[in-house]
């Protein structure tokens, strides 16, 4: 009878502690990391940003305001690195790894930035006087909602998409 009762018990004991850690799972993260890599001629291009999703919100001019530098990502500072010297829209970036910036507009050329300070993962302590790099893109319009924020590495520049734009950045 005793050994009956030390199972039972032993069972219920093992079976709380199971429900307890199942219970304690981590959901999966709103705005998860994620990696573009990709090689545009001889440089092998890495981004590593966070991934948010529209989820029915105003993205451009609401979530992410006009005018404003913005992460390109959520989260920390989206990262963008090179292994090879590379022109950026006709100028020349040196290899390296930068925090990676936009200046969305509600109309015209949007701002990209490439920043040196890496070791700030902090995008609210951007500082402009560390920019290695800034150059003017076009937007372009997607088809379809893209959902969850992206990067695309092609053979000739590399892409954020979001939401209803594109914004491609020409690489040689």
């Keep these: 009878m005793k050994k009956t009762f030390k199972t039972i018990a032993l069972l219920l004991v ?6 307890n850690a199942s219970a304690q799972e981590q959901k999966a993260p709103a705005s998860p990391p994620a990696t573009a890599t990709g090689k545009i001629k001889d440089a092998t291009i890495t981004i590593n940003y966070s991934s948010p999703a529209v989820k029915g919100r105003t ?5 992410e305001k006009y005018d404003k530098v913005w992460r390109a990502g959520a989260n920390k500072t989206t990262t963008f690195e090179t292994d090879k010297d590379i022109t950026v829209q006709g100028k020349k970036l040196p290899a390296g790894k930068y925090n990676f910036f936009l200046i969305p507009k509600e109309s015209g050329t949007w701002t990209a930035i490439f920043n040196k300070e890496v070791s700030n993962t902090n995008p609210f302590n951007y500082k402009e006087a560390e920019d290695q790099l800034r150059v003017d893109v076009k937007t372009k319009p997607l088809k379809e909602t893209q959902e969850r924020l992206v990067y695309k590495v092609n053979k000739a520049d590399f892409a954020l998409e979001w939401d209803k734009i594109s914004v491609p950045i020409a690489v040689k």
């Design 14 to 19: 093992a079976s709380f502690i199971s429900v």
């Design 59 to 63: 993205i451009w001019g609401g979530l």
